[in-house]
């Protein structure tokens, strides 16, 4: 009878640590079809990745990524812009 109480107690503690959660805020997402991604993009461009940098901006409140391709393709707008 005493590991039948020490499970319930613990199933009891499991159940009260996972209903006490903190709030959360949540993200909503519009779906967007294949036509607006394309309207809405400012580049498209098609192209082999060589190299990946990441830093910080000059405040350290942002990372950055700065992404280098070669044998780039571009299909929409201006990718120095």
């Known amino acids: 009878m005493c590991k039948a109480r020490m499970i319930t107690q613990s199933l009891l ?3 009260s640590l996972l209903s006490s959660t903190v709030p959360t805020r949540a993200t909503t997402v519009t779906e967007q079809t294949f036509p607006d991604l394309v309207h ?10 060589t190299g ?3 830093q910080w901006d ?3 409140q942002a990372p950055l990524t700065y992404v280098t391709f ?6 929409k707008g201006d990718p120095r812009s």
């Open 13 to 15: 503690l499991a159940i």
């Open 52 to 54: 990946i940098r990441e």
């Open 70 to 75: 070669s044998n780039l393709t571009v299909l």
């Open 40 to 49: 809405r993009a400012e580049v498209i461009a098609v192209g082999t990745v």
């Open 58 to 60: 000059e405040a350290r």
